[in-house]
Each structure stands twice: as structure tokens, then as C-alpha cells.
């Protein structure tokens, strides 16, 4: 990152421990990634050596790590914090130095979720005594409901990503490839307010049936629909995502029947996010109206993922979840129809769950959006 993310709010490293103490964990240890982010608003490199904060239930907290990025992490929003921030030399036991400055009645440790395996094992041999538990379990609780400082953040995000979409005629026109359009979405994201693109998706004619589709050197043609999946992060951290579907010129007309279903069954969803419906129920309303269409084969996802500091968090809206939704709580409503070989279509929001409803902050038209062919 060029530009560092903000500290976070006070308190979080307490919370935290708090947390930690009433799950029956002796200490958390965090790697980089979302967790250290969230915790410490420090971006730290995921490198080979040993980046960790280290979160007892009793006892300060201390962030460990390599001494040459010792600067880096003084100089992050971590240094901010009052947060001691050691640095170990190339010839210590950075492991060994964890231990020694824990408790040797550990009984249960969390590991973040994305710790690399290799650390994991590492810790696994320095502290013997201790069961390693996934951090999630703690650390999730804390990031699933999002605060009203976060849920600006997100609008900020989404509004973001929806002046790339109003754009998306600039660049998607019959005769380019979906390489070369994906280039200049990817600009354009930096230019309206983030500071990385994440992904890209540009979909084209029958490439539009894989919902992860990577951008190739297929020549967008007249006729095609065309998926646009993007998102990225913003100077606050936050993410970004939306899907919006395309047509150059005229589409099939069994494609614009599909993408109607699609729309249909979309908005049901949205307009029934309130607090206290089940991810699985509010997976169905979806499901079933395309389902009855005669679609359901080819709605292959759950409807949607949580959002924050990563693009993909909980919650999940997926069946056989019985998570009730609480206000805060922050994710997509992305069904989609994918008939393989030929086309598909899938339309993406991001939806607060508030006290009383849901808020989307995605603003663009969910409608086909039928490109001109230029000559």
C-alpha cells in the first residue's frame, strides 16, 4: 500500500482479549492479514518470516516482528496504539520468543483463520501444551456487526464502485477483448476512489456462464451479454463489490426472459432483508423464484457473502444457514442463472442490515443495460 489505513477505533485490542478470555482461549495469535488489519490497522507483508500479534487474556498485548520491517510497522497505524512492537533478528527463534513470553500453563491458543500452515505447525512444536483453535471463532463475533464509522465506510466503497459502472460504456464496446476492458476497468477503479483492484470479471457470450470467469483475449461481439463483476479497496480498507450485466446492441431474446427472473428474484431479496430473517430464508425467496421459472439447476452459489475489511467475510447467505440477520451485519445479494455453453447473468448488491430493513448501497440500475454498438 502506498497509503497507509487509518488507526482503529480505540479499544478493539481489549475487546479482543475480553473475547478471547470468555471463549476459553489462554492467547490469540495474528498473522497478517484482515484480523491484524482490523485489530492494529496495520497492513503487514504476509512474508516467510514471523509477523505476529500476540493477544493474552491476561497481560499486555505485543506485536512481533522481523526487524527490518520494524520501521514499517512503527510507522503503520500499529504505532499509534501504544502497542509494544518488537523486532527479532535474522539469527532468533521468533517462535521460541512467542513462548517465552507466554504463560507455560497454556492451555488453548486461537490461530487467525489465514495463517499459513507452515507457522501454524511451527507454533504447534513451540508451545506442545497448548491446542491450537481457530481465532475466528472469537475474532468473527467482534467484525460481523459493523459499527456506523464502518457502514460509512462501505457506502464510501459502494459509491465508489458505482462510478466505475456508470462508466462501463466508455470502455465495453463490440470489437475489444475482455482483456482490454478489464485493463481499463482496473484504472478506472484506482481513479474513483480506490487504492487497489482486487478482481475483474469481465464475462463475455458464453464466458458469462462461469461466475468466476478470468478475463481473456475473447473479442467481445455484438449481441453478447456481458457480466461485470468488480471490486477493490478503499483508502479506509473497506471493500468493495458489484455485478451489473451488459448487452452490445440486441441480446437473445431468451437471455433478456432470464436476466427479468434474475432481476425479479434480486430485488425480492433485497427488499427482504430486515433483522432477524434467517441467511437460509432469505437465500430461498431467491431460489424459489427462480426455481419456479424453471432456472433453479443453474442458480449454482449461495446467495451472498459478508463484507468489510475483506470481500469475502461472514456472513454467508447460504441454505442450511439458520444465522439470523442483526442490524450492522454487511453482505452481498448476488443470485445469478448460468447455462453453460451459452450465457448467464448474475446481479450484485451490498446490503446493510439495518434496525428496521436493509440498506442497499449500490445505487445503479439493476436493469439490462443495453450498450450501443459504436462503429
Known amino acids: 500500500m502506498t497509503d497507509p489505513f487509518p488507526p482503529p477505533p480505540d479499544g478493539r485490542l481489549g475487546r479482543a482479549r475480553e473475547a478471547a478470555a470468555a471463549a476459553g482461549l489462554d492467547a490469540l495469535l495474528i498473522s497478517p492479514g484482515a484480523d491484524l488489519r482490523y485489530l492494529t490497522g496495520y497492513d503487514a507483508l ?47 527463534d521468533p517462535y521460541a520468543v512467542v513462548a517465552a513470553r507466554l504463560p507455560s500453563s497454556l492451555a488453548r491458543v486461537g490461530v487467525d483463520n489465514h495463517m499459513w500452515a507452515e507457522k501454524s505447525l511451527t507454533f504447534r512444536d513451540a508451545l506442545p501444551g497448548a491446542r491450537q483453535e481457530l481465532a475466528g471463532s472469537v475474532l468473527n463475533e467482534l467484525r460481523i456487526r ?42 478506472a477503479m484506482i481513479a474513483e476512489g480506490h487504492v487497489r483492484a482486487d478482481f475483474v470479471i469481465v464475462g463475455s457470450g458464453p464466458n458469462s456462464a462461469s461466475p468466476h470467469h478470468e478475463l481473456s483475449d475473447r473479442v467481445i461481439r455484438p449481441g453478447d451479454p456481458v457480466v461485470v463483476d468488480i471490486g477493490g479497496t478503499t483508502r479506509d480498507g473497506y471493500c468493495s463489490d458489484s455485478t451489473r450485466v451488459y448487452t452490445l ?53 449461495r446467495t451472498g457473502h459478508g463484507i468489510g475489511l475483506e470481500t469475502h467475510e461472514e456472513p454467508y447467505i447460504v441454505a442450511g444457514s439458520s444465522l439470523p440477520l442483526e442490524p450492522g451485519m454487511a453482505f452481498s445479494v448476488e443470485p ?32 439490462l443495460a443495453a450498450l450501443p454498438l459504436l462503429p
Request: include cysteine; proline fraction near 7%; charge should be negative.
Open 336 to 367: 445469478g442463472i448460468y447455462l453453460p455453453g451459452r450465457y448467464g447473468a448474475r446481479i450484485e448488491d451490498i446490503v446493510i442490515c439495518t434496525e428496521d430493513g436493509g440498506e442497499r448501497l449500490n445505487r445503479t440500475s439493476r436493469g
Open 249 to 301: 446492441g440486441t441480446p437473445p431474446e431468451e437471455f433478456s426472459r432470464l436476466h427479468k427472473v434474475l432481476l425479479g428474484a434480486q430485488i425480492a431479496q433485497t427488499d427482504a432483508v430486515r433483522p432477524g430473517i434467517t441467511a437460509s430464508d432469505l437465500d430461498a425467496i431467491g431460489r424459489d423464484i427462480i426455481s419456479d421459472a424453471g432456472y433453479g439447476p443453474y442458480f449454482i452459489h
Open 46 to 92: 504476509p512474508l516467510e518470516r514471523l509477523t505476529c500479534l500476540v493477544v493474552p487474556a491476561e497481560g499486555e498485548p505485543f506485536l512481533l516482528v522481523p526487524a527490518l520491517e520494524q520501521p514499517a510497522a512503527q510507522a503503520s497505524p500499529a504505532g499509534g496504539l501504544g502497542l509494544e512492537i518488537t523486532g527479532w533478528s535474522e539469527t532468533e
Open 146 to 187: 459493523k459499527t456506523p464509522q464502518e457502514i460509512q465506510a462501505l457506502r464510501l466503497a459502494g459509491a465508489a464502485i458505482d462510478r466505475v459502472h456508470s462508466r462501463m460504456g466508455e470502455w465495453l464496446r463490440a470489437g475489444r477483448t475482455e482483456r482490454e476492458v478489464g485493463r481499463d476497468i482496473a484504472d
